[in-house]
């Protein structure tokens, strides 16, 4: 029986919420030019001696806010899900995790990896829709080391899984925990990305490229949230004005729209009293939904006249996406 390792990635998360380590972990995010696609030398000046130095101050006091006793949500959430899936999956199968910055690194797992001697490796970044700057850095990454292998195995990439219908499965099991017709509207929230990033991919079928569509690209991160976001609709029995799709995290506004803040602002003074908000892009609970969603936006929508937004936790450990990761890893292994 040929042997099958498997490598999850997520995105990485400090060490601890302190100044120091929350700096190291920035650098490393932020000097990725999948990130910051802008010339190397100005993302250097622009990362290194303005981004970092300021912003590692502000942002230790979120990841703070966010911290747990088991240490941060991503990292032991993640860890669990590779136990989890682990369990799941044939015995000549061996998982693997790793971050795509800080630790454990990608560099070190492959070491691991290596040394088992795989007939095949399937790589899963655990980004459901493609972005060159999530699930892209990440395949990149593992390409730049098993590439110098004298003896490299038979290797699969799963590169988005945003209609896969296990994963859909899975949010549909957490929106069963909420009476969706008690709320004057529902909020699908993903990741923001600079539009830039979409323009790069030159798509045919998108004359203006401001990705304003309704079409499936495969490699078009707001395609793909738009066809996740219809197809959970779709299966909640959602009506067209009930929901909305949103993007958050922006840094300037050449990001994706509409822009998650405002919406939830428009939301409020618009009349709604209650939201609730699916984040459909993030698989475990992190910065980005506990506290920016979770807190932020929740403050903004009481202070401009609404009383209560939920949050929908992230898939997790939830057992039904333990099922659907070990089905999309068992489905490239076949």
């Known amino acids: 029986m040929k042997k099958k390792g498997v490598l999850l990635i997520n995105l990485g998360t400090p060490k601890s919420p302190g100044v120091k380590d929350v700096g190291t972990y920035l650098f490393e995010f932020l000097n990725d030019y999948r990130v910051i696609d802008i010339p190397w030398i100005l993302r250097k000046i622009l990362v290194n001696l303005i981004i970092v130095p300021f912003r590692s101050f502000r942002s230790s006091k979120e990841y703070k806010k966010l911290w747990t006793e088991k240490g941060s949500p991503l990292a032991f959430h993640s860890k669990e899900l590779l136990k989890k899936v682990q369990e799941k999956l044939p015995n000549n199968y061996t998982s693997h995790l790793a971050m795509r910055y800080y630790k454990p690194s990608i560099k070190n797992v492959l ?87 979409i323009s790069k991919l030159k798509l045919e079928n998108c004359s203006s490229n401001t990705c304003d569509c309704q079409s499936n690209n495969r490699y ?18 959602l009506d067209p004005s009930k929901y909305s799709i949103c993007f958050q995290s922006r840094l300037d506004n050449k990001w994706l729209t509409p822009f998650a803040d405002k919406e939830v602002i428009k939301l409020a003074k ?65």
């Not at 949230?225 to 029995?237: F, G, Q, R």
């Open 220 to 237: 078009c991160y707001k395609s793909n949230c738009v066809a996740t976001t219809n197809i959970l609709a779709t299966k909640m029995n």
């Open 111 to 197: 070491k691991e990896m290596k040394m088992a001697n795989y007939d095949e490796i399937i790589v899963l970044p655990l980004y459901p829709q493609y972005a060159s700057s999530s699930s892209g850095t990440a395949i990149e990454e593992v390409m730049k080391y098993i590439s110098k292998w004298w003896a490299i195995p038979k290797l699969t990439f799963i590169s988005e899984f945003h209609q896969d219908p296990g994963y859909i499965e899975s949010i549909l099991t957490r929106a069963n925990a909420y009476d969706l017709d008690s709320y004057d509207h529902i909020l699908f929230s993903y990741h923001g990305l600079p539009t830039r990033h």
């Open 270 to 334: 618009s009349g709604a009293k209650r939201v609730l908000v699916f984040s459909p892009a993030f698989v475990a609970d992190c910065l980005e939904t506990t506290v920016e969603i979770g807190g932020e936006f929740k403050e903004l929508f009481m202070e401009n006249g609404g009383t209560d937004l939920d949050l929908v936790p992230s898939l997790n450990t939830e057992e039904r996406w333990v099922e659907a990761v070990s089905d999309l890893i068992q489905k490239q292994g076949d």
